[in-house]
């Protein structure tokens, strides 16, 4: 592998199928360490506090099986999103869907590398966000990228587009209880900017 430093996914790209694939979750996610980079992940001494994260958004059937109805259609969004091939997260104001997991990983260090993917085939934004169990926001460090190691950003909000991946970095201990919380955003660009359209545009 010739690439620099860099957190990187693979999937199929057969004429006219990647998609279908991708939806289906037939992907992967590859971390790079270059020469210029190894002595920075040396630094951490990374364990069980490293962890790779896909999202995608999926639509269900009442069965808890994919549909695949809008697959093809333009910036459709779902109502259920997916990480690493778990349903995890209800776009639908009403929560019981029994087909919902909660996601949990337990580490023995306080501070957490986390490597995100954002594998959607909707064209959704992710708009990604840490808390603690009270709900209150808290501020992480994005560090690195698609295109390597960044001067760390201290944010609470962070949008990832499309295909694009990035890696953020927290400290358990500041979290009550040592437990920090990922949530998405419920919102896309539009509400973002407050943009609309008319009849005329």
Sequence with gaps: IGNNS?????HAHPMFRASPLIYSGILGMVEIIDDKSNHIDNLFKYKDNSIML???DLDLNSDGTINRINLNSDAWRSCFGMINGQSCINWYSDDSNPYVNVLYHVTT???????????????????????????????????LADDGYRNPQHIDILCISPANRVSIMIDLFEFED???????????????????SNEEN
């Design 109 to 143: 260090h306080n501070v957490m590398k986390i490597s995100l993917l954002n594998g959607t085939d909707s064209f959704r934004n992710m708009y990604i966000g840490v808390c603690d169990k009270y709900n209150n926001i808290k501020k992480f460090y994005n560090v």
């Design 54 to 56: 896909a999202y995608q």
């Design 178 to 196: 040592n437990k920090a919380y990922i949530f998405l955003y419920n919102f896309d660009l539009t509400q973002v900017l407050n943009v609309s």
């Design 6 to 10: 860099g957190v990187n996914w693979v």
